[in-house]
């Protein structure tokens, strides 16, 4: 068994750890200069780029409901941080900047939080969805994420899915931030609220972007590997021309090979594939979404 990480040694050392990779990202920030956007508007900008909806509840085997009812308080917080945030050209938008710390003091509660050493609880927790949220609406768009970190496992059977799996984003005050810039030339703006048990979003801009975006998951399916599980899947971005509704572009974004840490026995059997079934060239990469 190898050694222990300093950070492993105790909470206190967790701690000490984590306020290194704070003061690490500030001097980031400081001598790297980004222009990181900071104008909220009431006024909507008038063209609906994407729009899209996340249930904030859902029932989770092995997790206490009440960590998922806190996580709404949470959200409701950071919404109000985010909605109506303008990014002009060439400007920044970053996760954390604009949320802020996410302390007992300012009202957050503990809400379910995903760690290396996998679930646990913390002040603030669950704001992972209102990152995918954003990166679900940026992903639909021209926009260019300049900074993104995804979960390594598959950590909970799908329960209402409505994207494709692995298109999410983990975030941790402040060191994993999640950012993009907007590299258009016209202002574009988030609109993020939550109604009827659901996180609602908006990414709005001056006017219609020439290209609309299809987010498409192929080859999924489940394949066992020595004693463990994975998920596999390939999540491919497709550019449309909106004037002649012909597909122009096709990128491969994410290619998902994920641990699966819940119960084996939640697995639908139909999506069970022998690694015979499977191309060998297929290239591994390890993403997951929350």
Same mark, same amino acid.
């Given at each position: ?87 002009? $050209? ?51 768009? $021209? ?124 697995? $639908? ?22």
């Amino acid at each position: 068994m190898g050694r222990k990480l300093f950070c492993e040694l105790s909470p206190t050392c967790y701690k000490i750890s984590t306020q290194k990779e704070i003061c690490k990202k500030n001097l980031k920030d400081f001598f790297h200069r980004e222009q990181i956007a900071k104008t909220i508007s009431t006024e909507e900008l008038p063209n609906i780029v994407k729009g899209h909806s996340s249930i904030l509840v859902r029932k989770l085997a092995g997790v206490d409901l009440t960590l998922q009812e806190n996580k709404v308080t949470n959200i409701e917080l950071a919404c109000k941080k985010i909605n109506g945030m303008v990014i002009h $050209p060439g400007e920044t938008f970053s996760y954390w900047k604009t949320v802020g710390k996410t302390t007992k003091k300012l009202g957050y509660k503990e809400g379910l939080v995903i760690s290396k050493n996998g679930l646990t609880k913390g002040y603030g927790g669950g704001l992972c969805q209102m990152a995918n949220m954003i990166h679900w609406l940026v992903l639909n768009s $021209p926009l260019t994420v300049t900074e993104l970190h995804h979960h390594s496992d598959a950590l909970f059977p799908d329960e209402r899915r409505r994207v494709p799996f692995g298109t999410g984003t983990s975030v941790c005050y402040n060191y994993i931030d999640y950012r993009f810039c907007n590299t258009t030339e016209q202002d574009v703006q988030i609109l993020v609220w939550c109604e009827n048990g659901e996180l609602c979003g908006e990414l709005r801009s001056e006017r219609e972007f020439p290209f609309r975006y299809k987010l498409v998951e192929e080859n999924h399916h489940f394949r066992k590997e020595g004693e463990k599980y994975y998920r596999i899947s390939q999540v491919y971005r497709e550019v449309i021309d909106r004037a002649t509704n012909e597909r122009v572009k096709k990128e491969l974004i994410l290619d998902n090979h994920s641990e699966v840490l819940y119960d084996y026995a939640l697995i $639908p059997p139909e999506q069970i594939r022998n690694t015979d079934d499977v191309t060998e060239d297929s290239t591994k990469c390890s993403t997951a979404s929350a």
